[in-house]
């Protein structure tokens, strides 16, 4: 099977939840004080999708968006874009509106946009209804799921739903693009670039 | 707001920077983001500021209107900067040193001329010259005596007639309502691109504000590679080296397949090159003799020929017709050196553009625990009396933030306090965006570096880079070009003249087949070559960083980072690998930042790392992981053997390996 390399951004406020997503995704593993994951350039997952598989090569924001200074390279090439809000905070999903309009801005234009409503265990603390959020994801198309990084909910499907939307390889482009990587090895491998 | 290269500060909630840090580094160019890194990676605290709202300062690329956004910015008067009050977080025996928030020195004489039609009917060029007076005559004034040759430009003749006239000052095209494209009807093959089609596709662009090259085995190639930084980004190949000569621009032959393919060169020619590549990597007593002497001399003794002689020269040593043999051996060498390691020519050029590579190594600094903060700056340095070091700076904001040293771009520093060459030295630009390449072929999407020697004598050389849209930096049927030259009289003076021959600004006239210009800026910066290693008067820990200099590739600044990061921290390795996404270990409930730390610094020994994972209950992608390491291991056997085989290859002097 043909081993696809997708990189997947993450975008959102600050503690909505985007590293536990990645880190229950990655390693199925939960950490109610995690601390801010240094050295992780990104982590990757290999998940089947019909006869290829997809490599997720999931970028975390390294906190650049902290003080709102996120490099456009960060975007760059992405096959897909996560945003997270935080169903208990309302403010969250406000600025959500705010990550869409710069993905639009700065991002390549054929982007599959996900929007995940973390910590959907805490629905008695809620303040996003679950409608509004799914109505204003449709008015952009973008995928809707609301989710649980520490109960595990709805985190793998979350990937699933994203890599059924990418549009299946092109030969063409595979041919067509000759970038690459700089790696030890001399000769580097041809590979899609986005 | 304006559309920006970053990410717009509108209504998220401003967080309080934290007031303690080991380095405070001002200005995201290339060699302050690679101290970052660097310091970011062995565990220093590190707050990294720019006063700018994107990253990557004079080596930044933008979008076409973020680029337009720029050239505003550059013309807007800097204003006189209000010197706040801040006695009141200055402590007994402390004093301070202001610094500047505006640069209103390194970019002058700014020049924007656009020839798309704004409306379907208006084929009049549409001319639009800005000038920034200030800076303007800086250059000039420097620039005087040295070009009293000046005359002899009148020989570039059709320049001063094709030069479009001035009109008076224009709205800046970005606010026109958008137009359609016009019906193409005089040339049948290119299309007509308008200006409003540059505006609606402008976020395609990434138009850099330098233009160099990677050298593939070149000190940034090798940082990138040895830090792991290189996972960041994607790189082409430059496809061709060409030359302009005889009025003509002429493919260089370089590589041994070029050699023999090439059709302007005569078996006899083709076999003095071969020739003279394969003795020139070794030291012969014959090049000894010639030590002192002009390359070109050794060159022209070498009954080579005139088209050699120039090939050799301009394209392949890239040195002028005075500098000496023992350097142009050597810049003959790096480039021999550097051909086959990736592909056909020695360079590479990154997709997306230069303006990725800061930001790349800002990444890896904000990976290990560095702090971005863009539009952001620093008032002042508060400095010891006694020890003359900086203990702390203040921010714009008024926050007091101690730190043990700061790195900082020079246009931060006052001009009386840092010490350049006299008389200062600028690099003359000009941007172009054109409907077609300098040579046409088959495929199009080809990434050309073009050496153009001086058109006049005693005039500047010219290093041309011709980026098809494959680099992403330009929309499909325009090409973007980048022309670099040392200064000697302004941006325009210096550059027009091979415009105006390689490029037509005017209407298509029959059998003119040159490509046309659609859109040009012109602008010089500041040579960051001109500033002083040393002899800077600032505190023992503040150390200073110069902006991008003329040299075609990189190795001024990454040797400038290095050289910093060893005053900071003399016992630390610059710039260790990273470990790979694999083996990053995230700690059980009990981790500490400390903890994650230390398994990170071990990352690139995966031995060790499996060890600990052994160790580890919770880790369940141990298996694949351990495959993924093996695999990476082969990887490396493979890679010595094809070393070995390149040693080989490079005693024959021009090595060839075929590209998969
Ligand atoms: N109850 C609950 N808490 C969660 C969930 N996901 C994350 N958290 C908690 O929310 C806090 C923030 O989570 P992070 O994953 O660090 O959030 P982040 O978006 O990566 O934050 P930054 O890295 O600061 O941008 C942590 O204390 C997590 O334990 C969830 O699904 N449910
Ligand atoms: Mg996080």
Redesign the interface.
């Known amino acids: 099977m043909a081993i696809r390399e997708l990189k997947v951004c993450l975008l959102g406020?600050?503690g909505v939840g985007k590293s536990s997503i990645v880190?229950r995704f990655?390693?199925?593993?939960f950490?109610?004080?995690i601390?801010?994951?240094?050295?992780?350039?990104?982590?990757?997952k290999?998940v089947p999708c019909g006869n290829e598989l997809h490599k997720f090569?999931i970028w975390d924001t390294?906190?650049?968006?902290?003080?709102?200074?996120?490099?456009?390279?960060?975007y760059?090439?992405s096959a897909a874009a996560v945003i997270v809000y935080d169903i208990t905070k309302l403010?969250s999903f406000?600025?959500l509106k705010?990550w869409v309009k710069?993905l639009k801005?700065?991002g390549p234009e054929d982007i599959v946009v996900a929007i995940a409503g973390n910590k959907n265990d805490l629905g008695d603390i809620r303040e996003v209804p679950m409608k509004e959020a799914k109505e204003f994801a449709e008015s952009i198309a973008a995928i809707f799921i609301e989710t649980s990084a520490r109960n595990a909910v709805n985190v793998e499907e979350l990937f699933q739903k994203i890599s059924k939307q990418i549009p299946p390889l092109q030969n063409a482009e595979v041919e067509?693009?000759?970038?690459?990587?700089?790696?030890?090895?001399?000769?580097?491998?041809?590979r899609r670039?986005c | 707001m304006r559309s920006r290269d970053s990410v717009p500060a509108a209504n998220m909630a401003a967080e309080e920077l934290p007031s303690d840090f080991d380095i405070v580094i001002l200005g995201t160019g290339l060699a302050e983001s690679v101290v970052a890194a660097a310091c970011s990676r062995v565990g220093q605290r590190v707050l990294h500021l720019d006063r700018r709202s994107h990253y990557a300062a004079n080596w930044a690329s933008f979008t076409f209107n973020g680029l337009l956004t720029w050239i505003e910015e550059q013309k807007e008067e800097s204003k006189p900067e209000k010197i706040e009050d801040w006695s009141s977080l200055v402590e007994e025996g402390e004093e301070l040193i202001h610094l500047s928030n505006s640069d209103p020195a390194s970019i002058t004489n700014l020049q924007v001329f656009s020839y798309t039609s704004e409306e379907e009917e208006a084929d009049e060029p549409n001319t639009i010259e800005e000038e920034k007076a200030a800076g303007e005559d800086a250059v000039k004034e420097s620039s005087e005596t040295e070009s009293a040759g000046s005359k002899e430009e009148e020989d570039a003749g059709p320049a001063e007639e094709e030069e479009p006239a001035e009109t008076e000052e224009e709205e800046p095209e970005a606010d026109q309502p958008p137009t359609s494209p016009p019906s193409n009807q005089s040339e049948p093959v290119r299309k007509k691109i308008s200006h409003a089609q540059l505006v609606k596709e402008g976020r395609r662009f990434n138009i850099d504000l330098v233009s160099k090259l990677l050298f593939s085995r070149g000190s940034l190639v090798d940082l990138l590679i040895k830090s792991n930084v290189s996972r960041y980004a994607e790189f082409k190949n430059v496809t061709r080296i060409l030359t302009y000569r005889h009025g003509n621009i002429e493919q260089v032959p370089c590589s041994r397949a070029d050699v023999f393919a090439s059709r302007q060169l005569s078996v006899v020619e083709k076999r003095k090159l071969m020739r003279f590549l394969t003795s020139c990597m070794e030291e012969t007593e014959e090049q000894t003799a010639y030590s002192g002497r002009p390359y070109s001399e050794f060159l022209r003794d070498q009954q080579l020929g005139e088209s050699l002689q120039h090939f050799l020269l301009h394209s392949i040593a890239m040195v002028t017709e005075d500098t000496p043999t023992e350097e142009g051996l050597a810049s003959t060498r790096h480039f021999l050196r550097c051909l086959g390691r990736y592909g056909n020519t020695p360079f590479l050029f990154p997709v997306y553009g230069l303006g990725e590579i800061p930001q790349c190594f800002c990444r890896m600094s904000a990976v290990f625990g560095g702090i971005y903060c863009l539009r952001h700056s620093v008032h002042c340095l508060i400095v010891d009396k006694d020890t003359n070091r900086c203990k702390a700076v203040i921010d714009s904001r008024g926050q007091r933030i101690s730190c043990s040293h700061v790195v900082l771009e020079d246009s931060y520093l006052d001009a009386d306090r840092k010490r350049t060459a006299t008389p200062p030295r600028y690099l003359s630009r000009a941007v172009l965006i054109t409907d077609a390449s300098v040579l046409p072929s088959d495929p199009d999407q080809q990434i050309s570096m073009v050496t153009v020697p001086p058109t006049t004598t005693g005039g500047p050389s010219v290093k041309m880079v011709e980026l098809s849209s494959s680099t992403m930096t330009c929309i499909p049927g325009t090409y973007l070009v980048h022309l670099t030259c040392q200064s000697v009289g302004s941006a325009h003076e210096d550059l027009l003249p091979v415009v105006t021959r390689i490029f037509r600004t005017t209407e298509p006239q029959e059998e003119d087949r040159r490509p046309s210009v659609l859109w040009c800026l012109y602008f010089n910066m500041a040579d960051g070559s001109a500033l002083e290693v040393e002899g800077h008067r600032v505190p023992s820990n503040v150390y200073v960083c110069s902006g991008p200099d003329g040299a075609l590739g990189h190795e001024h600044t990454i040797r400038q980072a290095e050289s910093i990061f060893q005053k900071i921290l003399p016992e630390e390795e610059f710039c260790p690998p990273a470990p790979n996404p694999e083996d990053i270990i995230y700690d059980g409930d009990n981790a500490s930042p400390g903890e994650d730390r230390a398994a990170v610094e071990n990352g690139g020994n995966q031995e060790e790392n499996q060890e600990k994972e052994g160790n580890q209950e919770e880790n369940q992608e141990k298996e694949g992981n351990q495959e993924e390491n093996q695999e990476e291991n082969q990887e490396k056997e493979g890679n010595q053997e094809n070393q070995e085989k390149k040693g080989d290859q490079e005693e024959n002097g021009v090595n060839q390996e075929p590209e998969e």
């Open positions: 406020d600050t880190c990655v390693q199925d593993h950490d109610h004080n601390s801010p994951t240094i050295g992780a350039s990104f982590l990757t290999t090569l390294a906190g650049q968006e902290r003080f709102h200074s996120l490099a456009p390279m960060y760059r090439g403010d406000q600025t705010k710069e801005e700065h067509s693009n000759d970038s690459f990587k700089l790696t030890r090895q001399p000769n580097p491998t041809t670039c």
